[in-house]
């Protein structure tokens, strides 16, 4: 079965279950060895194209058994293929815009080569959230409580490929928490996330999906 376990997630208006056939814990050695204490794993899921590039859902999964992510919390960064800009962010923002100056009338919210991600605050208002957003970033372990191990933003991106066989996935992810350096590998093509609608009649699916891993690998040292 595909299916084994439902998140809720808004992308604009609709509101549709998200279904993970990935959390049947099948053993992989994809990225290097399999961790025995879980991974950081975040997972694209492209929910429309655009005429210049596309929308994409990014859910961050901490299957770390029992490491939690502290505030203030984490950081998803990673390098453009190309000259990718960040239109808008929906439940998380990033860092920094860079140099929009090649934009004259509408300004992308980032065009940086090598953006950083961070969640927003519990407070952020109503328009700017979707399901699992805005808890600061923090993230508990997967033996913790579960439905606060997932964490997700919706990201418009531009500039980009259309189809899928021209976009490019962004590259050199790196995954950052308080204390703790992480390690991630490359990003994988996997079989398209299926969603159940809220009535539950109709399933649909992701137009593309990716993925990428990041492992823990040691206590940050402050220099
Ligand atoms: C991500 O992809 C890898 C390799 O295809 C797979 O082993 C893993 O289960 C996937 N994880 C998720 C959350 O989709
Ligand atoms: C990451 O953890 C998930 C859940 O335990 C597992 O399905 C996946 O295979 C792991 N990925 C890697 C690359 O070890
Ligand atoms: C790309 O889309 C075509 C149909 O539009 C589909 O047959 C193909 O499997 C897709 N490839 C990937 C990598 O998703």
Same mark, same amino acid.
């Given at each position: 079965m595909l299916?084994? !376990?439902?998140?809720?997630?808004?992308?604009f208006t609709t509101f549709? +279950?998200? !279904? +993970?056939?990935?959390?049947?814990?099948? =053993?992989? $050695? $994809?990225y290097g060895r399999s961790n025995p204490n879980g991974n950081i794993t975040s997972k694209w899921d492209v929910v429309q194209w655009t005429p210049d590039g596309y929308v994409a859902v990014v859910t961050i999964y901490n299957f770390q058994h029992n490491r939690r992510i502290?505030? =203030?919390?984490?950081? +998803?960064?990673?390098?453009?293929?190309?000259?990718?800009?960040?239109?808008n962010v929906v439940g998380a923002k990033a860092t920094r815009q860079g140099d929009c100056s090649r934009f004259k009338r509408n300004i992308p919210h980032s065009c940086s080569k090598n953006p950083t991600i961070i969640d927003l605050k519990p407070d952020a208002p109503?328009?700017?959230?979707?399901?699992?957003?805005?808890?600061?970033?923090?993230?508990?372990?997967?033996?913790?409580?579960? =439905?606060? !191990?997932? !964490?997700a933003f919706q990201i418009?991106?531009?500039? $980009?490929?259309t189809t899928n066989r021209t976009v490019r996935m962004p590259k050199k992810f790196t995954f950052d928490a308080p204390g703790a350096v992480y390690t991630c590998g490359p990003s994988k093509i996997i079989r398209p996330t299926i969603f159940i609608t809220a009535d539950r009649r109709r399933m649909t699916q992701a137009?593309?999906?990716?993925n990428v891993t990041c492992l823990y690998s040691g206590v940050k040292r402050f220099t």
């Open positions: 299916i084994s !376990s439902a998140h809720r997630l808004s992308i549709v +279950l998200f !279904s +993970l056939y990935s959390l049947n814990f099948t =053993p992989s $050695a $994809a502290q505030a =203030p919390g984490w950081r +998803l960064g990673w390098t453009w293929a190309k000259k990718e800009v960040i239109w109503y328009n700017q959230r979707i399901a699992n957003c805005c808890r600061g970033g923090v993230l508990s372990s997967w033996f913790g409580y579960r =439905p606060h !191990s997932v !964490s418009s991106v531009g500039n $980009a490929g137009l593309m999906t990716w």
